[in-house]
């Protein structure tokens, strides 16, 4: 993996918590407001936050919202939000037209019906109020155990079988496969990364 960069302790002026930044968004920003209102009688406050513009400060009326859930309350909202989708209320699937736009954004290698297949498969992206937002897995401190550590081998594109995808929601997605020289590929949204 090589040498990991760090901002020195010194020269970090604040940490931005994602659960404890929501709250004070919710009385301005009604999207966000309708996020939680849907989730809210499965989901304890707790296990839900915002990062990305919002959680900086940073957002203006172009973006879209980064949603955090943590730990095993994530299943629970997407199964959630899957079912507001299907009642188209108060939140509906991403239009043609915004799945378009993100995968410009994406840059992907696949084919634009081949992401807009596994997009829609995992079911945790939709839109509230005419803005995209997107349903992000968190680890909750109890699901965090910790990992070994492999040779970064960089990129290379290969073919093999996924034998364990038990991380396949986290950030970067790690996936066990059934290769004779790599065991594990780390997937972040733009780029794959092999390990041994």
Same mark, same amino acid.
């Given at each position: 993996?090589?040498?990991?960069?760090?901002?020195?302790?010194?020269?970090?002026?604040?940490?931005?918590?994602?659960?404890?930044?929501?709250?004070?968004?919710?009385?301005?920003?009604?999207?966000?407001?309708?996020?939680?209102?849907?989730?809210?009688?499965?989901?304890?406050?707790?296990?839900?936050?915002?990062?990305?513009?919002?959680?900086?400060?940073?957002?203006?009326?172009?973006?879209?919202?980064?949603?955090?859930?943590?730990?095993?309350?994530?299943?629970? +909202?997407?199964?959630?939000?899957?079912?507001?989708?299907?009642? &188209?209320?108060?939140?509906? %699937? =991403? #239009?043609?037209?915004?799945?378009?736009?993100?995968?410009?954004?994406?840059?992907?290698?696949?084919?634009?019906?081949?992401?807009?297949?596994?997009?829609?498969?995992?079911?945790?992206?939709?839109?509230?109020?005419?803005?995209?937002?997107?349903?992000?897995?968190?680890?909750?401190?109890?699901?965090?155990?910790?990992?070994?550590?492999?040779?970064?081998?960089?990129?290379?594109?290969?073919?093999?079988?996924?034998?364990? +995808?038990?991380?396949?929601?986290?950030?970067?997605?790690?996936? &066990?496969?059934?290769?004779? %020289? =790599? #065991?594990?590929?780390?997937?972040?949204?733009?780029?794959?990364?092999?390990?041994?």
């Amino acid at each position: 993996m090589g040498d990991v960069h760090i901002v020195p302790h010194d020269s970090v002026k604040q940490i931005l918590a994602p659960e404890k930044k929501l709250p004070s968004l919710l009385e301005n920003n009604s999207k966000l407001r309708t996020i939680v209102n849907t989730l809210e009688k499965a989901v304890p406050p707790g296990k839900m936050g915002v990062t990305g513009s919002l959680l900086a400060g940073l957002e203006n009326e172009t973006s879209d919202i980064d949603f955090i859930v943590y730990g095993r309350s994530w299943f629970t +909202a997407r199964d959630i939000i899957g079912r507001a989708k299907k009642e &188209k209320k108060p939140i509906t %699937e =991403i #239009s043609g037209e915004m799945w378009h736009d993100i995968y410009k954004k994406r840059k992907p290698e696949l084919s634009f019906d081949e992401f807009l297949a596994h997009e829609i498969r995992k079911g945790n992206r939709g839109m509230v109020g005419g803005t995209y937002f997107d349903l992000l897995y968190v680890r909750d401190w109890e699901d965090i155990t910790p990992c070994k550590r492999g040779t970064d081998i960089g990129y290379e594109t290969i073919e093999a079988t996924v034998t364990n +995808a038990d991380f396949a929601f986290d950030s970067p997605a790690i996936y &066990k496969i059934d290769h004779p %020289e =790599i #065991s594990y590929v780390l997937s972040y949204t733009i780029l794959m990364q092999a390990r041994h």
